[in-house]
């Protein structure tokens, strides 16, 4: 994978406030805001354009929700149906260059994007049936995959990650007594161990690629703990449920899939069911280290090197 370029603009000097979102070497655009923004967004020209947009927001349960839609005038679009939503607090409006984008390819996007966030399931849509894809040639249908891979790039750069997959298709053993895949053995990836004595739990994790991956069958506690419910590993927690990747199995709940976490900490506290310090309760299956250790021996070894 080559490096990439973004360029984040914030139109008021504010992270929080109007952004435009653009890629070297790309034709798209990505213009977002809060809700707040939207009477000034609208007046940006890029909102005129026909486009995909995002809307992105929670229930009143506090469940995250999301809708996708296509408009020929995407401020036209959300000014005229959109706006009664009341759950949404910020939009994106997904657009190219000199307004290229016609009819047919903002349903190619449309379709497209509502699929990959149902696949996803790491938010739950608004949308009601998906539309169908639109006949394309195949010149087109190959630009318009070339402008989803790059969407899909600049999206989370905007803390927009309801597309981003962290289901990984290693196969895990589901026991440490079973083989090691040739795929994972050949790499050398190595492997921690988490016990939860006090709850009866026990899960595996690889470190693979610099990606932190809880294995398949590992088990997680059935629900977040009383008391920290608003903390946004409770709320991770709560969307692996709902996306199952957690299945309930008996008194505790179990990783449907192999799945990536952003840190051991985040995968500590998604099979606790509560805050927790991964690297020290992460251990090395072969030398019993904490995951802190081993780390440490890492950067000591690479010091030794130098």
């Keep these: 994978m080559t490096g990439q370029s973004l360029e984040l603009f914030y139109v008021d000097g504010r992270p929080d406030g109007i952004v435009t979102a653009e890629m070297f070497n790309w034709t798209g655009s990505v ?43 995407i401020a036209a679009r959300i000014r005229n149906h959109d706006v009664n939503k009341d759950w949404w607090t910020q939009v994106a409006i997904v657009t190219a260059a000199e307004n290229r984008l016609n009819k047919a390819h903002i349903r190619y996007l449309e379709s497209h994007l ?39 790039v600049v999206l989370p750069a905007l803390r927009i990650d309801m597309f981003v997959e962290r289901k990984r298709v290693i ?35 690889m470190l693979v690629e610099g990606e932190f991956i809880v294995l398949q069958g590992s088990q997680s506690r059935f629900e977040w703990s009383d008391g920290s419910a608003s903390h946004t590993y409770a ?33 500590a506290a998604a099979v606790n069911g509560r805050p927790s310090n991964g690297t020290i309760e992460w251990r090395e299956a072969d030398t019993g280290q904490t995951y802190k250790e081993w780390e440490r021996a890492r950067i000591d070894a690479t010091r030794v090197s130098l």
């Design 114 to 152: 509502i699929g990959r966030a149902r696949a996803v399931g790491r938010m739950p849509l608004d949308n009601g049936n998906q539309p169908a894809l639109p006949s394309l040639s195949p010149s087109d249908i190959s630009k318009m995959e070339a402008f989803l891979s790059n969407l899909l």
């Design 31 to 73: 213009l977002t805001a809060p809700r707040t923004e939207l009477g000034r967004m609208m007046q940006h020209p890029q909102a005129r354009h026909s486009g995909v947009y995002l809307l992105i927001g929670e229930d009143q349960a506090g469940t995250p929700r999301a809708y996708i839609g296509e408009g020929e005038d």
């Design 235 to 267: 709320q991770m927690h709560a969307e692996l449920c709902r996306a199952g990747v957690l299945e309930a199995d008996g008194d505790h709940r179990i990783f449907t899939e192999n799945y990536v976490f952003q840190s051991p900490s985040a995968a």
């Design 171 to 205: 196969q895990a053993p589901a026991t440490s007594d079973q083989p090691i895949p040739a795929k994972i053995t050949e790499d050398k990836w190595p492997r921690f161990k988490l016990n939860n004595t006090r709850q009866g739990l026990t899960a595996e994790a």
